[in-house]
Every structure is written in structure tokens, then in C-alpha cells.
């Protein structure tokens, strides 16, 4: 039984999209998605495949609305809904649930995932994590959430910030560190797709034996000379450079 009869979304963007996307796929067709732009409407309506609006009044007597905007504007896009009587949520990972407490009932509504339009997941193990101000509204998230994805964790703002953090760690700065090795194989002529099979595999193994016991490389082994070594190689590159000392003598004094 679906929990909401009438869902709207809030927001065009990737987590809008992947929202909608994992909705229909489950057999349930959102009622009507917001923009700005009147003038998008129709390229929106196109790309999600259902009805757009510019008018906040078409979504007042829904039983759900999503707001997928970027951080800084949820608060500023629930002042218009102060008479909404439904359930209002964000997608933030960052923004407390209280950044909708204009409304009666509000709540979170995260993905723990990496979102683009043109990259599909496979939305039932994005983990979803959710909130809200009642009871009553939370077992209904839950049971809308449960539908969409095979994992959902109940999760307090304090909570959800810290994880949200976290993966900045895990996801962001691995992939700032992907552009480093680009970046330097790029001067010898290589290419950083070489790295495929070896980042996949260190992955793997890091959920698998836990990340310090999968740790492996010359800062956990103690190797200055290979140490030194590369320090040498990146005289070129001072901010290169300084990434490489900072991690290393971060392994050396903390993961050994």
C-alpha cells in the first residue's frame, strides 16, 4: 500500500531526477514537480515525465512534498509552502529537519548517495535515511522509503551530519585524489583508467577486512626510502607535494 496519495517534488536537478526516477519505477507516479521557470516547464515535463509547475499553490493539497534544492535554498523554498498541512521534507545531508519547522509536520528524506542524471545506480541499495517531526509521519517516510530501497536507517540530525561528513572523506576526497593521479600520470602520457582494477579491488577489500586491517603501501610499511622517493618526484608539484606528506604522516602516526 502506497502511504501517499498525492507526491510532489521540489527541484530539477540530480537528486529530483533520482527521486522521481526510483518513484515510477516502483509504481508510483509523482503528482506534480516544481520549477522556477515557467519557461522550463515544458523541457522538465519532457526529462521527468510528468506534469511541471511554477505555481506553489498546485502543490498544497499534496499528502508529500520533496524538496531537493540545493542546501542553502530549503529554508528559503518552505516559506512559501506555511500553510502546507502535509508532510514537507528535505534531501540534505547537512541541513538539520528544522530548517522546515515553519510547517507543522516536516522531516528528511536523505540519500547516502552520489547522484547524477546520466549515471544510473541501482536505487534499492542506496541506503535512505529519514526523520521526521511524528511519529505517525515517520512510519509513513519509512514505509514510502522502504519501497524505493532495500536499506533505510532512522537517523537524527547529529547523526546524519556526521555521516555526511564522513563520506565527504570517503567519496569527495577519494575522487580529488583519482584527479591527483590523473593529473601526474597525465605528464608521462598515461592514462588513470591503469588505476581501474586496483582501486576496485582496494575498495573491496576495505569493506571486507575493515579499512585499517586492508591498509597496505610504504607509510603503513615504515619505507622511508620509497618514502623519500616520492617525495622527489613531486618536487615539481609543492601542492602535490604537501597532500602526499600530510596523508603520509598521517598513516605513519595514526593507521600503523
Known amino acids: ?41 515544458p523541457e522538465i515535463e519532457r526529462t521527468f515525465g510528468f506534469k511541471a509547475t511554477a505555481d506553489f499553490d498546485e502543490l498544497i493539497d499534496c499528502d508529500l512534498i520533496i524538496i531537493a534544492v540545493k542546501d542553502d535554498a530549503i529554508h528559503e523554498v518552505s516559506l512559501n509552502l ?69 536499506v533505510v536507517l532512522e537517523c537524527n540530525d547529529d547523526d546524519r551530519g556526521m555521516i555526511h561528513l564522513s563520506a565527504v572523506y570517503v567519496c569527495n576526497f577519494v575522487n580529488v585524489m583519482l584527479q591527483v593521479g590523473d593529473k601526474l600520470l597525465a605528464k608521462k602520457g598515461l592514462d588513470v583508467s591503469i588505476f581501474e582494477s586496483l582501486v576496485k579491488e582496494t575498495i573491496s577489500k576495505a569493506f571486507a577486512l575493515g579499512p585499517k586491517n586492508a591498509l597496505t603501501g610504504p607509510a603503513k610499511r615504515g619505507d622511508v626510502e620509497t618514502i623519500n622517493r616520492h617525495k622527489r618526484l613531486l618536487e615539481d608539484n ?9 596523508i603520509t604522516n598521517y598513516i605513519i602516526n595514526k593507521c600503523r
Open 82 to 150: 506555511e500553510n502546507y498541512k502535509g508532510l514537507l521534507v528535505h534531501t540534505s545531508g547537512t541541513q538539520p529537519s528544522s530548517a522546515l519547522d515553519n510547517v507543522d509536520n516536516y522531516g528528511v528524506l536523505y540519500p547516502l548517495q552520489t547522484l547524477t542524471k546520466d549515471f544510473e545506480v541501482d536505487f534499492k541499495k542506496v541506503p535512505l535515511l529519514i526523520n521526521a517531526s511524528s511519529a505517525c509521519y515517520l512510519e509513513k517516510l519509512r514505509a514510502l522509503a522502504n519501497m524505493m530501497s532495500d
Open 1 to 41: 500500500m502506497i502511504p501517499f496519495d498525492k507526491i510532489a517534488l521540489i527541484g530539477s536537478g540530480n537528486v529530483a531526477y533520482a527521486y522521481s526516477k526510483a518513484l515510477i519505477e516502483n509504481g508510483i507516479m509523482p503528482y506534480r514537480i516544481y520549477t522556477r521557470s515557467s519557461e522550463r516547464i
Open 238 to 246: 609543492p601542492e602535490e607535494k604537501e597532500i602526499y606528506e600530510l
